[in-house]
């Protein structure tokens, strides 16, 4: 049986600098995500910059974009979690200026795991990138912080 390790995270977003999500990181995603029923959704139009191979969108913002929608979507449920392993199936390239939908949700929660998908397509629905996670639960390290200077006052 594998040992799940204990995972502790400092959850303190008031810098607003996760790649991701962060609207204060200037070469950031600034993500913004909208929690639809039991999934949540955000649009992102990568530019030249996210390139791969001339005109096409680089991988690792494909799986950029997964990891953090299914990270997000915990996230809404009030799980803070990390990334444990990550699977990617790609369907077709995409081009940079292509405007993108990403959505996650969850597919199965434990006690110290949770389970998610997400896709990314077009605007069309076209699929571009499906995935799926398994997101190690983790202690929060700044709730925490705010408990221990509470019990000192």
Not at 1 to 21: H, Q, R, S, Y
Not at 83 to 106: C, D, F, G, N, S
Not at 127 to 151: C, G, L, M, W
Request: charged fraction near 20%.
């Amino acid at each position: 049986m594998a040992v799940i390790p204990k995972v502790v995270l400092n959850t303190d977003l008031n810098e607003g600098f996760c790649f991701g999500c962060g609207q204060n990181n200037p070469i950031g995603m600034k993500l913004n995500f909208v929690k639809d029923g039991a999934t949540i959704r955000a649009e992102f139009t990568p530019d030249k910059m996210h390139q791969g191979w001339p005109g096409l969108l680089h991988g690792g913002i494909v799986m950029t974009l997964l990891d953090e929608a299914m990270s997000n979507i915990a996230y809404a449920t009030g799980q803070t979690t990390l990334t444990a392993r990550m699977e990617i199936t790609w369907r077709q390239p995409v081009k940079v200026e292509a405007p993108l939908i990403v959505t996650a949700w969850i597919t199965r929660q434990r006690k110290k795991i949770i389970e998610t998908a997400g896709r990314v397509t077009l605007k069309d629905g076209t699929v571009i990138a499906e995935s799926t996670a398994k997101q190690f639960i983790a202690e929060n390290a700044a709730a925490d912080k705010v408990k221990e200077t509470r019990s000192h006052v």
